[in-house]
């Protein structure tokens, strides 16, 4: 089957675009739960409108139900995958474990796509999101290709990938940063971009500030059109298109691209050049642009870190600067041999190579070297720029890169082009005596077939011929079809040309009707019984990142600890000497991310026999180690029952609560789950901000691209990145060579720990970073005092205070 284009439409303007320039297919939010809640949207209740002219145009429209839901919205829930059932989408994209669930047991017919979001990064992952339901899995960004073919051949569900449009430096669906500074969860839609602003690293507590690249975890973006053709050979089933907070021209100039980019790789015609096509998607938004992750990893290339906003395309680096004629010793001129064509009024960018600073505006005059005034310059040619009376050039302009910023023909170029349609191949066959019989089928292989209520009859003057038909059947001006091949096999026979008409309209309906599924159930579905669990024991565990904390935590009295070391190959060593030493359990914790190849750690993680495991990966769910209790961490989003339930089903002894909870709701949560006892809460813990495949530490400590030539700078370097406030933030690198950014205050939960002892929480949870071991030890002590009520919440945060220890209640914070 032929890949299929899929295309943001976060308004009305952005869905015309799509459909004119040929989406396959268009996805879209309505008011609630949708990860782009500042776009325009769409409503539940137009939603049966909104499906019939997207199928009236030969598409299809999938619904983005893709955040994280709260016990209290999930009636709310399911009155929206009910309508949506009712109104004919296509899917609904779903991150929630539980809402995909509900969805399930309320419309089983209706189609789920998992959502990045839900951070399926290997086959295990994307088998589990098929165990929930889904149809489609859309992986994560941070996938190449080598990997997601490894994916392909593991399974046959559908997989889709974005091929253009803005990286998150983050992994989708583990991004904490928004939620923990001030409570607008990007896994609810409402992501604050704080890995646009600038940041300073801190080397081993030193400042070493990188004026030419203050941007650091702000990632170029997505543009993969030359991949195509190794996408669909790697069986990719849609190529994705993010942007539902961009406009028409921008929606229209990708489709058109994408839709080129798919004709060529299939060994069609594209309609232009798909140079031109890429100018004119760059040109309408581009922060910069590369192939990101698809391409291989590369920490030198994905983020530049000159620029966090649209900069269009680059044209080429200023060569000379002159005093402008008119106004000597103030306005300066720049020369440039632009890349692309440049014309009077165009918006043009000059950035700093040396500090990031800008200037921008539009161009007010050119000038060849003769001096002669131009409306235009082609691409290569030399010319003088003057970008008008108050923009005054400084002395080092030479150090400066020109951009075109924006231009006013980008959308007149894309909408005056005439509307996609899709190619049909048609068999007309008939005898007299019989009827006429027209066969047609789509590009995506959608048959229909129409039989004429007239008998053919014998010629009595000119006979149907290919020619007649074609010119009947071929008039399909205001449909979404053209006719591509027609075969025609008749007898000499005639038929009325208003019979053809008709045949043509019938054919038509019949096929955009294919297109449309159909009426679907809606089931009765009563998800309120939790399942039977074991609770595991009452305890209070500590994440250890050094053998040093785990020796004091255990000394202090904590019942077991999490080994989470950067190396791997002293984990066996500390598990031994640990267990021998305390007898206490003793767990691990595979990596937050896992990806094809990754399964190796998990071997070793598993030869070391521990006695718990804190699983932070859908993958994990489906291996079956013999011995340890697995516990769910907060990296898989539980935030309402039916996840919790799902969780627990899938053999987990505990789960941790997400931390998109405040602390209401938490204690919902916890005590509307009907599974209190199988619940492990953090209760202090510096929240991970940004979970990232990107490395800052090769990035800017090396030249190096990958692992395997970075030089490894995170072993022999403390890192921290300083942000506009001056609050410094650790990075940390794991054993998969990933970066986490924390908070550098720890958040802590002890004012939530009197109500959900008495809701049924039995298991705690300490996480620590870069605490001394008398750091760990007064933790462990204060929070253990904490837990048998000797000691009241306020007064465990002031004597942590007293200590250097201070603590915020950070995501926990009511607003």
Not at 90 to 99: F, K, P, R
Not at 473 to 491: I, S
Not at 552 to 575: H, K, N, R, S, V
């Amino acid at each position: 089957m032929t890949p299929e284009i899929l295309a943001p439409a976060g308004s009305h303007e952005a869905l015309k675009a799509a459909l004119q320039a040929g989406a396959d297919a268009v996805y879209f939010g309505i008011e609630q739960h949708n990860a782009r809640a500042r776009a325009e949207n769409f409503t539940a209740q137009g939603l049966p409108d909104l499906l019939a002219d997207i199928h009236d145009r030969g598409a299809r429209g999938y619904l983005t139900l893709n955040t994280l839901v709260f016990d209290r919205e999930l009636d709310e829930v399911r009155t929206i995958v009910e309508r949506a059932a009712r109104a004919g989408v296509d899917a609904i994209i779903v991150q929630d474990l539980g809402l995909a669930r509900l969805a399930r047991g309320v419309a089983p017919e209706l189609p789920i796509h998992a959502s990045t979001q839900m951070t399926c990064t290997d086959a295990d992952s994307v088998a589990f999101a098929r165990e929930l339901g889904a149809k489609r899995v859309v992986l994560a960004r941070e996938l190449g290709v080598e990997e997601i073919r490894t994916i392909r051949a593991a399974t046959d569900v559908e997989l889709e990938v974005f091929v253009h449009g803005a990286l998150c430096v983050s992994y989708s669906g583990q991004c904490l940063t928004s939620e923990a500074i001030g409570g607008r969860s990007a896994n609810r839609g409402s992501c604050a971009q704080a890995c646009r602003l600038p940041y300073t690293l801190v080397v081993d507590g030193e400042r070493r500030p990188a004026p030419e690249r203050p941007y650091l975890l702000s990632p170029q973006d997505l543009e993969a059109s030359a991949l195509v053709p190794a996408l669909v050979e790697a069986g990719v089933t849609s190529f994705k298109i993010e942007g539902r907070l961009k406009g028409p021209d921008y929606v229209a100039a990708t489709v058109r691209l994408y839709r080129d980019a798919l004709a060529r790789a299939l060994g069609g015609a594209p309609t232009r050049t798909l140079e031109t096509r890429r100018e004119l998607a760059l040109q309408a938004y581009s922060r910069g642009s590369g192939s990101g992750f698809l391409g291989g990893t590369d920490h030198q290339r994905l983020v530049e870190g000159h620029s966090c906003a649209h900069r269009g395309i680059e044209l080429g680096d200023v060569l000379a600067t002159r005093p402008h004629r008119r106004r000597a010793g103030v306005m300066r001129d720049f020369r440039l041999r632009p890349r692309h064509a440049l014309r009077r009024g165009d918006g043009v960018l000059l950035l700093s190579k040396t500090d990031a600073s800008e200037i921008g505006g539009y161009v007010w005059a050119l000038e060849d070297e003769d001096g002669e005034a131009i409306e235009a310059c082609p691409p290569g040619a030399s010319v003088w720029v003057w970008l008008g009376p108050d923009r005054i050039l400084p002395s080092n302009v030479t150090d400066y890169r020109t951009f075109r910023s924006g231009s006013v023909h980008v959308h007149r170029e894309i909408t005056q082009e005439p509307a996609y349609r899709r190619a049909l191949d048609m068999r007309v066959t008939g005898i007299v005596g019989g009827p006429l019989t027209i066969e047609a089928r789509d590009e995506r292989g959608n048959a229909v077939r129409v039989e004429s209520s007239i008998m053919l009859c014998h010629a009595h003057s000119t006979a149907l011929d290919r020619v007649q038909v074609e010119a009947k059947l071929g008039r399909l001006g205001d449909t979404p079809f053209e006719l591509r091949h027609l075969a025609c096999e008749l007898d000499d026979a005639m038929l009325p040309p208003s019979e053809l008409n008709r045949l043509r309209r019938a054919l038509v309906a019949a096929l955009l009707a294919a297109r449309r599924p159909g009426e679907r159930r809606i089931a009765a579905f009563d998800p309120a019984s939790p399942p039977e669990i074991s609770p595991p024991p009452a305890v209070l565990f500590v994440l250890a990142r050094n053998v040093e904390q785990a020796h004091a935590a255990l000394q202090a009295g904590a019942d077991g600890i999490y080994l989470d070391f950067l190396e791997l190959t002293g984990t066996g060593t500390a598990i031994r000497e640990l267990r021998s030493r305390f007898g206490q359990s003793i767990g691990v914790c595979p990596p937050r991310i896992r990806k094809p190849g990754d399964e190796k750690i998990e071997r070793y993680l598993e030869r070391l026999e521990p006695d718990t495991v804190l699983v932070r990966t859908l993958g994990l769910l489906r291996q079956r180690w013999t011995g340890p209790l697995f516990i769910g961490d907060f990296s898989l989003n539980a935030t309402n029952r039916l996840t919790a339930h799902e969780l627990l089903a899938h053999g987990l002894a505990a789960i941790t609560p997400a931390h998109d909870l405040d602390a209401d709701q938490l204690l919902r949560f916890v005590g509307n789950s009907g599974v209190a006892a199988a619940m492990e809460v953090v209760v202090h813990h510096p929240m991970p901000f940004f979970h990232m495949e990107h490395c800052v530490f090769a990035a800017m400590l090396s030249q190096g691209s990958d692992f395997r030539t970075c030089g490894r700078p995170c072993e022999r370097h403390t890192v921290d990145l300083e942000d506009r406030t001056g609050a410094r933030h650790p990075l940390e690198a794991d054993v998969g060579c990933r970066n986490t950014l924390f908070r550098g205050a720890s958040q802590s939960a002890a004012a939530c720990v009197p109500a959900l002892k008495e809701a049924g929480v039995r298991r705690f949870r300490i996480e620590c970073l870069r605490e001394t071991a008398s750091e760990v030890e007064r933790l462990v002590t204060s929070y253990r005092a904490l837990l048998r009520d000797e000691l009241r919440p306020r007064t465990l945060q002031q004597e942590l205070a007293r200590h250097g220890l201070r603590t915020v209640r950070g995501s926990l914070q009511v607003l």
